[in-house]
């Protein structure tokens, strides 16, 4: 496939913190995997130490959340890929704001799942905010690229 398709479906770059990384390397596994899946836990387990259980099942019930109130089928990139689609910035975007902007992510629930009632996963993403919060990392979106 030529580059410039390539940056067309991931047109997004990783992001830098190294938090935001595993959560969407969760994202993906559960994604692709289930919800359930081994290599999913192993990275909770290896990132956030012994408190993973509470922030790994907050994710769980995120990406269910989504895909509930979603309209539209979400896309991800496979969990090696070097970029992000849209949909995978918007996602972990929303985790990132939903404490600090809850408009904005909101909007980006809204635009993600083209649906307006977004509740449900916005509540998920605040908790998971604070569940990461409590274990010292709190997750923040860089404004530099």
Same mark, same amino acid.
């Given at each position: ?32 995997? $289930?919800?359930?899946? =081994? ?7 290896? $990132? ?16 269910? !959340? ?12 496979? #969990? ?12 972990? $975007? ?9 408009? #904005? ?7 993600? #799942? ?8 916005? =509540?998920?993403?605040?908790?998971? $905010?604070?569940?990461? !919060? ?12």
């Amino acid at each position: 496939m030529p580059a410039a398709d390539r940056h067309c479906l991931m047109p997004l770059p990783l992001p830098h913190e190294a938090d935001l990384r595993l959560v969407l390397v969760i994202l993906r596994r559960m994604a692709a995997h $289930g919800l359930q899946d =081994s290599r999913a836990v192993m990275l909770a387990l290896h $990132g956030w130490r012994t408190p993973f259980r509470q922030p790994l099942t907050l994710l769980r019930a995120y990406l269910v !959340e989504v895909a509930r109130a979603s309209h539209r089928r979400i896309r991800f990139a496979p #969990c090696c890929a070097q970029r992000m689609t849209l949909d995978e910035g918007r996602l972990i $975007g929303v985790l990132a704001a939903a404490r600090s902007n809850p408009t #904005c992510a909101v909007r980006h629930l809204a635009l993600l #799942c083209e649906s307006e009632e977004v509740s449900a996963p916005l =509540s998920v993403a605040r908790l998971f $905010g604070e569940a990461l !919060e409590d274990l010292g990392r709190p997750l923040r979106l860089s404004s530099a690229e």
